[in-house]
């Protein structure tokens, strides 16, 4: 239906404009014609040839010939614009339909169909827009969806074992134990953790999360978490070190941001360190400075390595020896990082140790 009243409102443009044209045209040539060819007639007489005696005759020729070419230019001129007009609205009607039938698709919750390429250059452009809008929303809806699966799969172990010793509590109508308390307000603690990480992830996906962005000395943020880092390591736990130059320049970033990617990256890389070392360097080119965060703890195997900063992903080792982790750190950091105009990137290997640095631009 929609295509219909598409095509008849293309070829009624089309049509306006050319019976416009047409009326124009004999309109005007109606009025200057006769004035024109008497003119021409005036100029034969004024050569010497004779015809005056005929010029009535001549002028109803002249008529009758100018009326009959014109209605046949006419019926012409609407027959090509009535079969042009049909050819041009065909091409022009069936991308948009096509468009249309889409985002219906889309709106049925089937993103995979994308607009086919069409030779004209302007609805072309309109489909490729359209095929990236169609890539982004079907990103959007595939994060939505792993976020929700991922989500559900977190929150279902700590509410289980709540559930669980609540009821068994009910159950046999007697309090709860010492041990059983600290073991549930744990979960609560992690529940609460894995709350404010996802607000904090939310608001920085989404680009709320609000930023100071100021020339930072580094150097002061590195030795204050080196101090604060190294006093509660225990003495049969790793060693913690840093390296930067004297001069490091002055970088264009959020000081609590910073701070925030660095306590994450420590802290990942001493969860994963029981023993040997872990190293905070830091060093600048003519653009940015990179900071790393280098341990040498147990790694990360090789096809693991690209999905260290998706959300909730945690590996089968870290998930056996550490409960408390959310999963949703290092995606945090990755979007802290890009928030402030630079980029994060990681090394390791399994059994060795992991690097992790990071740039951030100069001020």
């Not at 047409?22 to 040539?29: G, K």
């Not at 792993?146 to 559900?152: A, C, M």
């Not at 060693?239 to 264009?252: C, I």
């Not at 870290?318 to 950091?333: D, F, N, P, W, Y």
Request: proline share 4%; charged share 20%; glycine share 6%.
């Amino acid at each position: 239906m929609a295509r219909a009243r598409l095509r008849v409102h293309l070829i009624r443009s089309h049509l306006v404009v050319m019976i416009v044209s047409l009326v124009s045209f004999i309109v005007i040539s109606k009025a200057a014609s006769h004035h024109i060819f008497s003119i021409h007639l005036d100029t034969l007489e004024d050569a010497g040839v004779l015809i005056q005696e005929t010029e009535l005759t001549i002028f109803e020729s002249f008529q009758t010939t100018w009326n009959s070419s014109t209605l046949w230019a006419l019926l012409v001129g609407l027959g090509a614009a009535m079969v042009l007009s049909i050819r041009v609205s065909q091409r022009i009607v069936r991308p948009l339909v096509k468009m249309e039938r889409i985002s219906r698709q889309f709106a049925s919750g089937h993103f995979t169909e994308r607009v086919p390429p069409c030779d004209i250059v302007e609805l072309a452009q309109l489909g490729t827009s359209f095929n990236r809008l169609a890539l982004s929303v079907e990103d959007v809806e595939q994060r939505r969806r792993e976020l929700l699966g991922d989500l559900t799969h977190e929150l279902r172990t700590p509410l289980t074992i709540l559930r669980c010793h609540l009821e068994d509590s009910v159950n046999s109508q007697s309090s709860l134990s010492l041990e059983t308390g600290e073991m549930m307000l744990r979960e609560t603690r992690r529940l609460e953790r894995l709350v404010n990480d996802l607000q904090e992830l939310s608001q920085a996906e989404s680009g709320h999360l609000p930023f100071n962005l100021y020339p930072l000395d580094l150097r002061l943020l590195i030795e204050e978490l080196i101090q604060r880092f190294s006093s509660q390591l225990l003495d049969v736990g790793p060693t913690l070190a840093a390296d930067y130059p004297p001069h490091l320049p002055m970088v264009l970033a959020d000081r609590d941001r910073t701070e925030q990617i660095l306590v994450n990256l420590l802290s990942n890389a001493i969860r994963h360190t029981p023993q040997g070392t872990i190293e905070l360097r830091a060093w600048s080119n003519p653009t940015e400075i990179w900071i790393s965060v280098e341990d040498t703890g147990c790694g990360i195997a090789p096809d693991e390595i690209p999905l260290v900063f998706e959300r909730f992903w945690r590996s089968p080792q870290s998930r056996k020896q550490h409960k408390k982790g959310t999963g949703i750190g290092l995606a945090i950091t990755k979007r802290l990082v890009e928030l402030q105009g630079g980029q994060i990137e990681v090394e390791s290997q399994l059994g060795q140790g992991s690097i992790f640095r990071f740039s951030l631009p100069l001020a």
